[in-house]
């Protein structure tokens, strides 16, 4: 490769996506946002949910696991917010003796990490993010085990500029195909152990085609891949309205980003496919009258571990479910 055709690649580069460009990006799923019993669809109504979710981290760890620092005399720092309601509707109809479901989240954000980079913007200003759309959702309910399968996509709805460090989307279209099951250890469905994975593949970046260094056409940039895991360890009471117990997450880059070379760069500490895992408490405290569950809170979260190519951090996920209407609680007898 000729230096001045090198030099137009890393310029071509940068002009794509926000420092570190060489590092492998994020995609779209919200680490955390499911837990205990997530294997389960919900009864078949109509639900409003409102989530908060805040991630802090100060740590990007390299392919090895080595912290990495861009300006040791800066030690950066990112501390994302994001709030999203959210529909759930689940019906009677019967597909594939599977009770149908659909959900839509429209979240708003103050930033989004699209690589493992830190961004010392402190004004960045909130908007929206990418809205979620889950159109089929079908939902299995055998006496010891629940299954459920989905498939969902991101449309690019958030702001985005290729380079930006004030986005609050990624710029691309993404696809989820999602399955999962929650088992039940005893007949009376209190102690749960739940599993989903999900499955993302998505479209080329807006705004980052057609741009030529020297004699070669980039072709935009494409992220890889990933296999999401979810779950969580669990025991219920009050007749399943409550619960307390361990929640998980762990990810993984299935294929590498593709930044629209036809030649390959020389490696560096964040080029690599990349990792994270995550453990926490997760409870669910119900809000009732003696005669009506007016909603579910659930609390989570997760310390992050075994990052590698990614940042590496802490999360809290707050959620609150309204039934419509109130679910009527029978009298005791």
């Known amino acids: 490769m000729s230096k001045h055709l090198s030099i137009g690649i890393m310029l071509a580069l940068a002009t794509l996506v926000a420092a570190p460009a060489s590092a492998q990006l994020n995609g779209e799923n919200l680490l955390g946002d499911t837990g205990v019993k997530n294997g389960s669809q919900a009864a078949p109504g109509t639900y409003v949910a409102f989530l908060y979710y805040r991630y802090s981290t100060d740590t990007i760890r390299d392919k090895n696991g080595d912290v990495v620092s861009f300006d040791p005399s800066q030690p950066g720092s990112e501390v ?34 699209e690589a493992p980079g830190f961004s010392f913007d402190s004004d ?15 939902g299995w309910h055998m006496p010891r085990a629940d299954v459920i399968s989905a498939f969902g996509f991101f449309a690019p709805t958030g702001r985005y500029t290729a ?41 080329k970046k807006e705004g980052t085609g057609s741009v030529r260094a020297g004699a070669i056409q980039l072709t935009g940039v494409r992220v890889g891949q990933l296999l999401t895991l979810e779950g969580g360890l669990g025991k219920s009471f009050l007749e399943g309205a409550a619960s307390v117990g361990l929640a998980y997450y762990a990810q993984w880059k299935l294929t590498n980003d593709d930044f629209g070379f036809p030649v390959g760069l020389p490696g560096g500490p964040l080029l690599g496919k990349h990792r994270v895992w995550g453990f926490g408490p997760d409870v669910t405290i119900p809000v009732a009258t003696k005669s009506k569950l007016i909603a579910l809170v659930n609390v989570r ?17 707050l959620t609150g479910t309204f039934p419509i209407p109130s679910i009527k609680i029978p009298p005791r007898k």
């Open 163 to 203: 380079g930006s460090t004030d986005n609050t989307g990624k710029g691309m279209w993404s696809y989820e195909f999602s399955t999962g099951t929650t088992v039940y250890f005893d007949e009376k469905k209190t102690w749960s152990a739940a599993t989903s994975g999900f499955w993302e593949l998505h479209s």
């Open 301 to 317: 979260y997760f310390w992050e571990t075994g990052a590698r190519v990614k940042t590496e951090g802490q999360s809290l996920v």
């Open 80 to 113: 994302l917010h994001a709030v999203m309601p959210l529909f759930i509707y689940v019906t009677h109809k019967k597909v594939l003796g599977a009770n149908y479901g659909m959900m839509a989240a429209m979240p708003f954000a103050n930033a989004t990490l």
């Open 124 to 138: 960045v200003g909130e908007g929206p993010a990418d809205l979620y759309v889950v159109p089929l959702q079908l």
